[in-house]
């Protein structure tokens, strides 16, 4: 079907850009385009198996159609000198029947032995710095542009199939939000405040209640006076009660 130089698939962007930071799991992603009319199966391969975890790592792109692939980088623990990364992928793709099912799609089909003719295309991983979003500007992206490779020349790269997340040895995992230090200082503040309030409102009570208690006995003694009594005695008293009634409006 078709020579070897016919383009089964286009595939942007050429270069796998992560923003690459220590001890977190980073993702990009590719698309797939069918400009033909037919049913074109593919698979991605990659020198570094164990690194990266693609979704789907193989798959159907029907006629006139495109497919989006996610790639993703497990936690390094380091960075690499001058933040070079050797590591490449490979697109294969073949023409396959209308009908072909996903689970039909095997390592097979892509070898020489197979009779198919199978259209490769290499992508380089880019390390990018993480505060620099990722360039919208598609490189090397026109049409014809894909650096074509012979299948032989494939196979001599070392290129291995990519698991899939479900296939992993290390599956993805998330972890849960820690709460932020903040919210437990306001917390922290907010209940010594409380407490704070607390003991100063018992202690007005009690205060109040003992002036209660002298002001009732001084009228007791004042009951008891059979003749006048004096004028410090009388203001004494006026001062308790208007000392009491402050401590009440507190």
Known sequence: MGSDSKELLGIEPLELRFPFETKKQISCSMQLTNRTDDYIGFKVKTTS????CVRPNSGIVPPRSTSDVIVTMQAQKEAPPDMQCKDKFLVQSVIVAEGT???DITGDMFTKESGN???EVKLKVVYVPPPKPPSPVREGSEEGSSPRISLSDGI??????VQTARESDEPLSFSAV???KDQEDFTSETSALISKLTEERNSAIQQN????EELDLMRREVSKQKGGFSFVFVAAIAFLGILLGYIMKR
């Open 117 to 119: 003719v199978v259209d």
């Open 49 to 52: 198996p164990k690194k990266y």
């Open 178 to 180: 820690k709460p932020q």
């Open 101 to 103: 099912s996903v689970k």
């Open 156 to 161: 001599n790269l070392g290129y291995q199939e």
């Open 209 to 212: 209640n003992k002036l209660r």
